[in-house]
């Protein structure tokens, strides 16, 4: 099993819709999580934390499932400049530097 | 304020000749990372150097890459005998201490002809 797996997509969805993304990870010790939006061509620039408590910043939300091992990015009123690439990261052990990062999860918005 | 700064933004070059790669992280970052993003791939993981700490170097490929990061600011990444398999986008990070969110450079798309 991938220490981090994602969906690849894509997820096609209309402008306006409400559109979720889960990332599982395997490290249940795990500490860390965050999102990262990823452009084609571009480089990684960092969405937002992810909070045990769950944490939202204006259209999105994000929550964490120790349980189930997994957190999870919901984007609402979906807008066309959402379309990009989904990166989860996850550090597995308290401390350490080594981040994972998912593969991603394409995301297209539809006008 | 500024970025992470990386130069070249591109670099096409023979097989087996050797590239030099450069990172500026954000001032004050003791936190800094080399990451590999081959075409529609996940990024994997190079080296992280810390302060003044030893880097971790368990995700270079091979000893034909190597890395540098000189008074705990500006980093150099170089590959010897470059092969057609080392071509991909060389990402750099940095970030304030290791247990904070890294932020990262525009890249290096690096192509072995």
């Known amino acids: 099993r991938k220490e981090v797996e994602q969906d690849p997509g894509p997820f096609n969805v209309p402008e306006g819709a409400t559109v979720a993304f889960n990332c599982t990870y395997s490290?249940?010790?795990?500490?860390?999580f965050f999102w990262y939006r990823q452009d084609c061509r571009k480089e990684p620039k960092l969405l937002m934390s992810?909070?045990?408590s769950g944490n939202e910043d204006g259209r999105f939300t994000a929550q964490l499932n120790r349980a189930s091992q997994y957190i999870s990015l919901l984007i609402r009123d979906s807008k066309l400049s959402d379309s990009a690439t989904y990166l989860c990261?996850?550090?597995?052990?308290?401390?350490?530097?080594?981040?994972?990062f998912g593969t991603g999860t394409r995301l297209k918005v539809l006008a | 304020g500024a970025g992470v700064s990386q130069s070249p933004s591109n670099k096409v070059t023979e097989k087996g000749k050797d590239v030099e790669l450069r990172c500026d992280p954000i001032s004050g970052h003791t936190a800094l990372y080399w990451y590999r993003q081959s075409l529609g791939q996940g990024l994997e993981f190079l080296i992280y150097?810390?302060?003044?700490?030893?880097?971790?170097k368990s995700g270079l490929p091979s000893d034909r890459f190597s890395a540098e990061r000189t008074g705990g600011s500006v980093s150099t990444l170089t590959i010897q005998r470059t092969q057609q398999e080392d071509s991909a986008v060389y990402l750099c990070?940095?970030?304030?201490?290791?247990?904070?969110?890294?932020?990262f450079g525009d890249g290096t798309r690096l192509s072995i002809l």
């Open positions: 990070a940095s970030s304030p201490d290791r247990f904070q969110p890294q932020h």
């Open positions: 150097f810390q302060g003044n700490s030893a880097p971790d």
């Open positions: 992810v909070y045990s």
């Open positions: 490290n249940s010790a795990s500490q860390s």
């Open positions: 990261v996850v550090n597995p052990t308290s401390g350490t530097y080594k981040y994972i």
